[in-house]
């Protein structure tokens, strides 16, 4: 004959177990710092990329600031001093003679048909 | 509370992770705000100090962010993140009682009634009735009082809500020893947490 197992007594500690587990279910969230993301990004190495690239862009800025107030180039072009090689057109010395013969010979004259030719040709 | 429970996402941490993974930085910052609340309280009732608490929690997701690609699926991806924070987490409490000589959470757990944290949050607010404060505090020290092997699962169970197979999955135990580690814990809590309940319910010594 099966008999029916009796109902096993509430345990002494029932409630306080209720009460306990009630307590840590509700203890608060431990909050989280505002530089929370912050602190992980800096300590996966971006941190350290993202101020080289800072320094990168400040000293690309600072040449670029230097380089547009810079003076203005000016080429130094060494000129010889010319007052040494003064001439006293006083005492230039006498051109020499030369004769021209081109000069005194008689020009070819030459005919208008020579000049422009003869019409109809 | 705050549990694991991540509110019906629309894009599953899986999801996220695969897409961080592709090169989707934006994806590891949405898995960091899903999951940096629930871990830093676990890691923080656990350990039971707040700045050693920041510290493994973001170490936690420094780990993600560096060794995601080893997440194989076999788990789910919370199991696996609380498992990364409660290695972390163990290996802090190791390393303070190398070096100090004692448990992290003796020195907590001196009789230092003032709140554990301490950083101002006009927000915040941790617990809305004196009383609760008072138990809230009450209950983190004698916390702090259990053994760590069972507070450990205490906390992932009545705190974080985890189910027993996750807890047996994340501490790599057996499920009868996950109880049975529940169970004892709560004992020990019990024990601590008899003044309170009397101051609670108003039972005097006699009547017990």
Redesign the interface.
């Known amino acids: 004959m099966n008999s029916i197992l009796p109902i096993p007594p509430v345990p002494e500690?029932f409630n306080?177990?209720v009460?306990?587990?009630a307590?840590?279910?509700?203890?608060?969230?431990?909050?989280?710092?505002d530089n929370?993301?912050a602190?992980?990004v800096k300590?996966?190495g971006h941190g350290n990329l993202w101020v080289i690239n800072s320094i990168l862009l400040a000293v690309a800025i600072g040449l670029g600031v230097w380089l547009a107030m810079a003076p203005k180039v000016v080429a130094v072009v060494h000129v010889p001093d010319v007052r040494g090689s003064y001439v006293d057109l006083t005492r230039l010395p006498p051109a020499p003679h030369t004769e021209q013969p081109a000069i005194n010979r008689r020009p070819v004259r030459k005919s208008a048909r020579q000049l422009f030719g003869r019409a109809g040709y | 509370m705050e549990s694991m429970t991540v509110k019906a996402p629309s894009i599953s941490d899986e999801q996220l992770l695969q897409s961080f993974l592709q090169g989707n930085e934006k994806s590891f910052q949405d898995l960091m705000h899903r999951y940096r609340e629930p871990i830093l309280s676990f890691v923080y009732r656990f350990v039971g100090d707040y700045d050693d608490a920041i510290d493994i929690a973001q170490e936690t997701f420094i780990r993600l962010y560096r060794f995601g690609h080893t997440f194989q699926g076999e788990v789910k991806f919370s199991t696996w993140l609380y498992t990364i924070a409660a290695n972390l987490a163990r290996t802090e409490l190791k390393r303070y009682r190398r070096r100090h000589g004692t448990l992290l959470k003796n020195v907590f757990a001196k009789g230092d009634d003032s709140d554990s944290w301490d950083i101002p949050d006009e927000q915040y607010r941790p617990d809305e009735r004196v009383d609760s404060t008072h138990i809230s505090q009450a209950v983190q020290k004698a916390l702090m009082k259990v053994s760590s092997s069972y507070r450990e699962m205490v906390v992932m169970r009545d705190i974080q809500q985890l189910t027993y197979e996750e807890i047996a999955q994340i501490t790599g135990t057996e499920m009868g020893t996950v109880k049975s580690r529940i169970n004892r814990g709560r004992l020990q809590l019990q024990e601590q947490l008899r003044d309170l309940y009397n101051e609670v319910f108003g039972i005097d010594e006699e009547q017990q």
Request: glycine share 4%; aromatic share 8%; charged share 20%.
């Open positions: 500690d306080q177990q009460m306990l587990r307590w840590l279910a509700e203890l608060p969230a431990a909050p989280v710092p929370f993301d602190g992980v300590r996966t």
